[in-house]
């Protein structure tokens, strides 16, 4: 049984067997009031996104970013339109949900392996006490933390505690990941290591990500897409670009490929101008 906790997937298709769309962002609009009058924050944003992809979404601070992706995350109201996950809107927050932030705020006077079982205990309850560890185990060790599992949180490196973060979220097996800057914290060579790390365990679980990102490399590096928002009040989603890269993906390789620059430049004078 444990073996189907950890590996089941919630796949669906239409039927005539072409896949359905995962996540369907219809019309959204965030409008905050204010003393002067209504904040539009984000206003008739529209994205679809299949099954099994990655997202970034880049741009300036302000244009509204973490607001959609709390929106996404059932954390913040809609002020209009609708977010649709797998043919359900969504009402609220939910384990179907997993999210990533920059800071994976762990309970300091606990184990690694048990601040995953918190979620794991929840959703997971009707499996046995040894279920749920080797659930914990399993995606401890996904992230490289598998000499680490007893471990107090204050006494890992910032790194580990991510690794912790990202296992946890992942061990509620969600439908879709939520990121936000998720190794903004992090020194350069730490960062290089978790991007590697999340994206082999992606890749095998077959997860459906959307990340926040003012990296131009990362995202260029992570995502199947990138989604370029416009500088807010108001905005919109003002660019996509497709990377065509193959999985699973190769530092070296992409850094090589002729079209890297092309897509980095692309980016960066989307943000410029």
């Not at 796949?11 to 359905?20: C, L, R, S, W």
């Not at 609009?29 to 003393?35: E, G, N, R």
């Not at 598998?146 to 061990?171: E, P």
């Not at 800057?181 to 992606?202: A, C, I, K, Y």
Request: some cysteine; aromatic content about 6%; overall charge negative.
């Amino acid at each position: 049984m444990t073996d189907t906790l950890i590996h089941s997937q919630n796949v669906q298709h239409d039927p005539a067997g072409f896949e359905k769309y995962m996540l369907e962002l219809n019309n959204l609009t965030k409008v905050y009031p204010t003393p002067t009058g209504d904040f539009v924050v984000i206003e008739n944003l529209n994205l679809k996104i299949k099954e099994g992809e990655f997202i970034s979404i880049i741009g300036h601070s302000g244009c509204g970013k973490t607001t959609l992706l709390s929106m996404i995350a059932g954390l913040n109201p809609i002020s209009g339109g609708q977010i649709v996950l797998n043919g359900s809107p969504i009402t609220g927050p939910g384990p179907d949900r997993g999210i990533i932030f920059q800071s994976p705020s762990l309970l300091p006077w606990m184990t690694a392996l048990e601040n995953v079982a918190l979620g794991v205990d929840k959703v997971f309850a009707y499996a046995s006490k040894k279920q749920r560890i080797d659930i914990c185990k399993y995606y401890l060790s996904k992230v490289g933390l598998d000499g680490a599992f007893d471990k107090k949180a204050k006494d890992l490196s910032q790194g580990m505690k991510q690794r912790v973060g990202i296992a946890r979220a992942l061990a509620l097996k969600p439908q879709i990941l939520l990121l936000d800057e998720p190794f903004g914290m992090l020194d350069s060579l730490t960062r290089g290591e978790l991007q590697d790390v999340l994206l082999e365990v992606l890749n095998k679980e077959k997860t459906t990500g959307i990340m926040i990102t003012h990296d131009v490399d990362e995202s260029i590096f992570l995502a199947d897409r990138v989604i370029m928002m416009t500088s807010g009040p108001r905005a919109q989603i003002g660019d996509i670009l497709d990377i065509n890269y193959e999985k699973p993906r190769n530092r070296k390789a992409i850094l090589e490929h002729p079209t890297y620059y092309e897509n980095r430049e692309h980016l960066i004078n989307f943000l410029e101008h």
